[in-house]
């Protein structure tokens, strides 16, 4: 990587949301990479601070899409029970 190039966004926000809505365990390995990049980058290791900020949008968005998972499965149960429950009645 060149010096000159602009720096990654570090995506902390999105790491931040996705700890306090979504699944919080991969959302604080979100956060931990997140804040990383800026320290990375100040101190000349481009490579890394780009690979850490890749990283902690991959674990947001792997955060965010097991809550999707989980939300549709209790979705999935909770349907199945009242159809249950209305059948024995």
């Not at 990383?36 to 947001?60: H, I, N």
Request: overall charge negative; proline content about 3%.
């Amino acid at each position: 990587m060149e010096p000159n190039m602009q720096k990654p966004d570090n995506n902390l926000v999105w790491a931040i949301l996705s700890t306090v809505f979504c699944c919080w365990p991969f959302g604080v390995v979100a956060i931990i990479k997140a804040a990383s990049v800026d320290g990375l980058w100040y101190s000349g290791r481009y490579d890394e601070a780009v690979q850490a900020a890749a990283d902690a949008r991959k674990w947001a968005w792997v955060s965010a899409g097991v809550f999707v998972f989980v939300f549709m499965a209790y979705i999935l149960l909770v349907v199945l029970m009242a159809v249950g429950i209305a059948a024995l009645e």
